[in-house]
């Protein structure tokens, strides 16, 4: 254990396992139940970003390796045992990933810290318990995937299967990394999948440290392969490969698009989750306080770096004006600084690409003519210089045409809009290219039920936010992208039913 000097000289005592990958040569990629080089030897940089330092050196995945992968996840697949080994052994294998994620929370949380960014407040009590208990609820799934019988003519017997996709292709983000990756190979596994994985290239870490622990747990060799790298190399290897079923994908509606696209030659299945603007809307008549805690911690959570924040935020005209000033004045509150260190609650953004693209934004709304009466920079404060921090912004004068309100910005910043009546706000709400998630505030139990229905997005929050449960599905309307993940819907999209006929 060393002291790490991390952002702003904090001296923080690292777990061991963070030092070793923080410190030690360049990480491998799994293939085939071994830590192996890429093909090219090539390594590429994840920096911490709070500093803007590199933290570690990881193994660069291309085309080659995700052939390898692919290859080992095929075999795994059709020469076994994962998909027909017992399902009680399967299921005790993915509960001992649950229990080795928190047996490491620590150690996991701090090196999400420090490869992401954000708050260890955050990814102790919200990505590591999250990601176990996305785990352990699909390890109990794996005994209750069952068919059924139909009720055919009497000379027949017919029953289904709900059998295994076969190899699936898995692409996430690096907004919450380790989270990402127990929702994908969660309910995949579950279902007697086997999996190409890969992490996003901004975050890593955590992905590869999960595969050591996923060998551990008992996951047989190739049942699980993890390659790193970058999108447009391993990302779009992964969705061109033959031999790969399926590819589920988080991150931009811009790159969902284009997998759509590649996947069409081989008929892959493809899910997508993508962006969002989601509308936050509050009626006059909703508990105040609360629902600006709720639009508080529904736009700057993680930054902003949500793909469902609440970044319109609708206000019933008569109390436009005081929300948007008490929502100013909680933000402002907000502790700002470097993950690692006690209190904070927005870290940095995830990268310098990130950093451009926010403040690119918050040039773009002055220009429309919006103010800024929070924030509206980036954030220089002594220690913070080389780190990508930004101000939480809150932006009033905006209108639902301006670029501001129309497309993903993915960082700390709201655009506060005025509405006249419930009709108003349902209909400037669901105008967007986006369906992915809304919030209402009310004290009226009928206009909560009514805007909920009229709302198009895939989750509707009513006196609450960014509320998530592994039993209730998420997933988008619109270009939000389609498929649910999490709950019992996800097993659709790792399964395949089968129709068996007997004669009698
Ligand atoms: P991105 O969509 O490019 O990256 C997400 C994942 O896709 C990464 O693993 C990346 O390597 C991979 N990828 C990129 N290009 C690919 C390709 N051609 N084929 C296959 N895989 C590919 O997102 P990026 O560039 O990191 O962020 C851009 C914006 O996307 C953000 O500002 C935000 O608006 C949105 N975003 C949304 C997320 C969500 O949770 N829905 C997560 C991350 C980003
Ligand atoms: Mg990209």
Redesign the pocket.
């Known amino acids: 254990m060393h002291k790490g000097d991390l952002a702003m000289g904090v001296a923080f005592q690292l777990e061991p396992s963070v030092d070793r990958f923080v410190k030690a040569p360049p990480r491998k990629m799994l293939i085939g139940g071994k830590w192996v080089d890429a093909v090219s030897g090539k390594t590429f940089a994840t920096v911490n970003p709070a500093d803007g330092s590199e933290l570690a050196r990881v193994a660069e995945g291309d085309a080659e390796d995700v052939d390898r992968a692919a290859k080992a996840a095929r075999k795994a697949f059709d020469d076994g045992p994962w998909p027909h080994m017992a399902p009680t052994e399967r299921q005790r294998i993915l509960l001992k990933v649950a229990d080795l994620i928190e047996t490491h929370g620590k150690e996991l949380a701090q090196l999400e810290t420090l490869d992401n960014g954000k708050a260890l407040f955050e990814t102790e009590n919200v990505d590591i318990p999250q990601a176990a208990g996305t785990f352990r609820y699909y390890a109990g799934w794996v005994n209750k995937i069952t068919g059924e019988t139909s009720p055919t003519d009497p000379g027949y017997f017919n029953f289904t299967l709900r059998e295994p996709v076969g190899v699936c292709g898995q692409?996430?983000?690096?907004?919450f990394p380790l989270l990402m990756a127990a929702w994908k190979l969660g309910p995949a596994l579950a279902c007697g999948n086997t999996v190409v994985l890969?992490?996003?290239?901004?975050t890593p870490l955590t992905a590869l440290r999960l595969g050591e622990l996923l060998l551990e747990a008992g996951v047989p060799e190739g049942v699980v392969n993890i390659v790193p790298?970058?999108?447009?190399t391993?990302?779009?290897a992964?969705?061109r490969h033959r031999m790969i079923d399926k590819v589920a994908?988080?991150?931009?509606?811009?790159?969902?698009k284009?997998?759509q696209r590649?996947a069409s030659d081989t008929l892959k299945r493809v899910s997508l989750?993508?962006?969002?603007k989601s509308p936050n809307i509050v009626f006059a008549d909703a508990d105040i306080a609360a629902a600006v805690q709720g639009a508080l911690m529904g736009v700057f959570f993680n930054q902003g770096?949500?793909?469902c924040a609440g970044t319109r935020l609708f206000v019933e005209q008569k109390i436009h004006d005081e929300f948007a000033a008490a929502l100013a004045t909680a933000a402002g509150t907000m502790k700002q600084g470097p993950g690692l260190e006690p209190g904070v609650q927005v870290g940095p953004l995830v990268s310098q690409?990130?950093l451009d693209?926010v403040t690119g934004y918050l040039a773009i709304g002055k220009k429309e003519g919006a103010k800024a009466i929070l924030g509206g920079e980036r954030n220089t404060a002594p220690g913070l210089e080389k780190g990508y921090f930004v101000k939480p912004t809150v932006f009033t004068g905006v209108n639902n045409d301006m670029r501001i309100a129309q497309e993903?910005?993915?960082g700390p910043v709201v655009s506060v809009l005025p509405f006249k009546d419930e009709h108003d706000a349902v209909f400037e709400g669901n105008r967007t290219l986006y369906g992915l998630a809304a919030g209402v505030w009310t004290k009226d139990v009928s206009k909560a039920h009514r805007v909920a229905r009229a709302i198009r997005a895939g989750t509707v929050w009513v006196n609450c936010y960014n509320v998530f449960d592994v039993v209730s599905p998420f997933g988008g309307y619109k270009q939000s992208g389609y498929g649910r993940e999490l709950s019992h819907y996800a097993l659709d999209l790792y399964t395949n039913v089968k129709s068996v006929w007997l004669k009698i």
């Open positions: 692409i996430i983000p690096w907004n890969k992490p996003a290239e901004q790298g970058f999108g447009e391993a990302g779009a992964i969705v994908f988080t991150g931009s509606t811009e790159v969902g284009l997998i590649e989750e993508l962006g969002g770096e949500v793909c690409e990130q693209r993903e910005i993915f």
